[in-house]
């Protein structure tokens, strides 16, 4: 279930004196079954970027491809782009809006066609993939705590069965247990789905332990692409866009700089300690 992205750009208020550029000639393909991670310092474009990818925004210039198809055709059906393509957005309170949280949950999969019975059926396996307490499940979801709201508008997502899933910085606002536990979910639910996932983050540490390839937004294009491994070895020009690579990559460049034999593509803690523990065998 590729994407493929064809110098796509985007403005906001095109030909008004406030034109702003947030993408520009972006080209990418995003392959099935990847996890990536997209970063970039607020303004970078990441989330207009990813806003394009089922077409909630419509670029200024250039193609987008789903499976081959151009989303732009004028009989493209984007309603059925916007069930394969599932969005989290940032602020999940912004997608709950049931009196119940199985009730959020199966609006989806009823808003698709299907009959109660199996948007039922959806949603009872879309909580449980997300790990969310059945003694939760007929409270109101403006009731839940920051983390629940999170996997409830997750699940919202998976209940229709998405096979791309994005997710907008989805721990934005959490405690680091909250972040870990949600990050955590994310990545078992892509080792057993084997579908899609890209996750939109600020912080190199929160994708440094998960994702497969990342994705560097800067200035509205895009700046590095490829695995982390390979990512965090411009761990200099990141910090000139504002970014850090995690905290494992300095530490590493400062062993070996201080003479210790060690990999500095060691990019999890890990990956660290067996480096360390090399030197010492």
Known sequence: MSIKLENVTYQYSPDTAYAITALDHVNLELRDGEFIGIIGHTGSGKSTLVQHLNGLLKATEGVIYYNGQNIYDKDYDLKDLRTQV?????YPEHQLFETTVFEDVK????????????????????LEKVHFPTDYFDQSPFDLSGGQKRRAAIAGVLAMKPAVLILDEPTAGLDPKGRDEILDMIAEMHKKSGNTVILVSHSMEDVANYVDRIIVMNDARVAFDGAPKEVFRHYKELETMGLAAPEVTYIMQELQAAGFPVSVDATTIQEAKEEILKVFR
């Open 86 to 90: 599932g969005m989290v957005f940032q």
């Open 107 to 126: 609006f989806g999969p009823k808003n698709q066609g299907l009959d109660d019975k199996e948007a039922t059926l959806r949603a009872y396996e879309a």
